[in-house]
């Protein structure tokens, strides 16, 4: 009777083990990030974004987002934003062939606010966001969720800056923690209007926690007229 409830046990070890490792936990995903902000007035300016995300280092589509918005610039350090995210994700480490991916359309509002204190500069940012999704195995469902981010930026030069943030995400419906996003990454300013970051981001939802590689290019235009 102990040998079968062992073995019983052993080869539950063995499934959950398996079923973690499917899920694509033990492997360095990546986020390929292009960020824009394109000045209409001085008051006024849109963001526009797109990012790539893979299970595996460049491979295995996990998630494609686009987003926008259009932003009102209350001062330098304070703004306000109202926007729209279209996201395709594949919500499976190994998909079956006939497995369609999810789709959501999501309205967004936000604030940030900046500080610095001596070289260190802050960034807070308040997000509420409306979720729109369709996902063909659970059907057409409409969440609400907050987030909360801070980053700080310190300059090691005029041309090179770490960088680090945290976000957390929570639902306003059914489980209160949804997920938390730990970065942090190398910086290089090519110009006012051009940047790069390479870094590293561990996001840790309620069962599952990702490492994931990423790069960013931000980039800065000015379209008011003259």
């Not at 073995?7 to 990030?33: C, P, V, Y």
């Not at 999810?102 to 979720?131: A, D, M, P």
């Not at 090179?160 to 970065?183: K, M, P, S």
Request: proline residues 2%; hydrophobic residues 35%.
């Amino acid at each position: 009777m102990f040998l079968r409830k062992y073995i019983t046990f052993i080869i539950l070890g063995i499934t959950l083990s398996i079923s973690a490792q499917n899920r694509g936990e033990d492997k360095l995903g990546s986020w390929a990030m292009l960020f824009t902000q394109n000045q209409i007035s001085e008051k006024l300016s849109i963001h526009a974004e797109a990012q790539y995300r893979t299970y595996e280092f460049g491979d295995n589509f996990n998630q494609l987002l686009l987003r926008t918005a259009l932003n009102y610039h209350i001062s330098e350090k304070a703004m306000v934003s109202f926007g729209y995210g279209h996201i395709t994700t594949d919500g499976t480490f190994e998909e079956p062939q006939d497995e369609k991916n999810s789709t959501e359309n999501r309205i967004y509002e936000q604030f940030v606010l900046k500080n610095n204190l001596g070289k260190f500069n802050f960034s807070h940012r308040y997000r509420l966001e409306q979720r729109f999704v369709d996902n063909p195995a659970a059907g057409k469902s409409t969440l609400h969720r907050a987030r909360y981010f801070l980053r700080v930026t310190y300059p090691l030069s005029k041309t090179w800056f770490i960088t680090a943030y945290d976000e957390v995400f929570i639902n306003l419906q059914n489980e209160f923690f949804g997920q938390n996003r730990l970065y942090g990454a190398l910086g290089y300013t090519f110009n006012p209007q051009l940047s790069l970051q390479v870094g590293y981001l561990k996001n840790d939802f309620s069962v599952d926690t990702y490492d994931r590689f990423q790069v960013g290019l931000f980039v800065k235009t000015d379209l008011k007229k003259k």
